[in-house]
């Protein structure tokens, strides 16, 4: 199974991708992880993944192509962990998720001569993303020891903005911890607000808080978007005390 993560929106290049795939094995099982992350969001895509790997059956093959640096000189990683293999470019994407899973390999994928400076999701990922499939993790490139870090930051209870869904939620990487009431610093500004265990249970045009489905606290309205009222960006700091 090859499980596709990218900043393309349903675009011509999602199913471009496809396309490479199943001429190369007509039989190929793709899912759609998420082609909705933020143009170039690297924070985005590298919570979505640390989120989402672990429901899908072992062996699956994640490619994940949000490339803010395609066509430069950064590298294209093959990684195999002990449970499941991961194509992307090498800017940090995969850290998060690797940082917690039983490493075994990393092959640095060639980029080859005639590659599209612009559509390394065709002419480099995706194909490597069906040689894995075929057993051919090995033959991608020669071993690796460096990957690119970025890690999502916390500390105590200072966290970050890691994604804007399509809600206008504001999801954090902050976890809650019991309370009816928080204070949200976010820049210069504070709020007050409620928590509460489901959406209906705020009233209208309230912000308040929540608990996503991966267990940390999102900042929600009712029926409407969060943050068309804070205007807030992936990758700000937040405190939830």
Known sequence: MIALL??????EYVGVMKAVIYSINPKAIIVDLCHSISPQNIIEASWVLKNSYKYFPMGSTFCCV?????????????VKTDKYYFVAPDNGLLWETLDEQ????VRRIPIPKDASR??????????ASVKIEQGEFDGLGPETQQIE??????NGREGMIVRIDRFGNVVTNLPSTGRKTYSVRISDKEYRLAYYTIYSAAKDNELFLIEGSNRTLEISLKNASANDKLRLKTGQKIEIV
């Open 6 to 11: 990218t900043d393309f929106g349903w675009s």
């Open 149 to 154: 870090r970025l890690e999502l930051y916390q």
């Open 102 to 105: 039983n490493m075994f390999a």
């Open 66 to 78: 949000v490339d803010p640096g395609v066509g430069t000189d950064r590298k294209a990683l093959a």
């Open 118 to 127: 612009t559509f390394h999701g065709r002419d480099v990922f995706a194909k």
